[in-house]
């Protein structure tokens, strides 16, 4: 069974930089599709990174050029999304979530990690 584990939140200055981490249980290595997503409340939730089993990321619109998705080069089961400049509007709860490759749904997720941004 997959599990996921997110972390890294916090509260900033606007400006500031946060790195969220997503360590993953129970996968074969480089099956999963993996992604970040962010809701605020009141909003919507929304997908904000994803990288696929080739490593090729995409970005919202919103975070292209702050955030940045990886795979930890060490241990392999561990993503990553380094997030710079931040904003207030940035303020969310982050999840990390996974799917097989191919798949169109993400259908494990992480717990959720707070993350503040303060003007």
């Known amino acids: 069974q997959v599990h996921l584990v997110d972390s890294g939140g916090g509260s900033v200055q606007a400006g500031g930089s946060l790195r969220l981490s997503c360590a993953v249980f129970?996968?074969?290595?480089?099956?999963?599709?993996m992604a970040w997503f962010r809701q605020a409340p009141g909003k919507e939730r929304e997908g904000v990174a994803t990288?696929?089993?080739?490593?090729?990321?995409?970005y919202a619109d919103s975070v292209k050029g702050r955030f940045t998705i990886s795979q930890d080069n060490v241990k392999n089961t561990l993503y990553l999304l380094q997030m710079n400049s931040l904003k207030p509007e940035d303020t969310a709860m982050y999840y990390c979530?996974?799917?097989?490759?191919?798949?169109?749904?993400?259908?494990?997720w992480g717990q959720g990690t707070q993350v503040t941004v303060s003007s």
């Open positions: 990288i696929d089993t080739n490593g090729r990321a995409a």
């Open positions: 129970g996968y074969t290595y480089n099956s999963y599709e």
């Open positions: 979530a996974a799917r097989p490759a191919g798949w169109e749904e993400y259908n494990y």
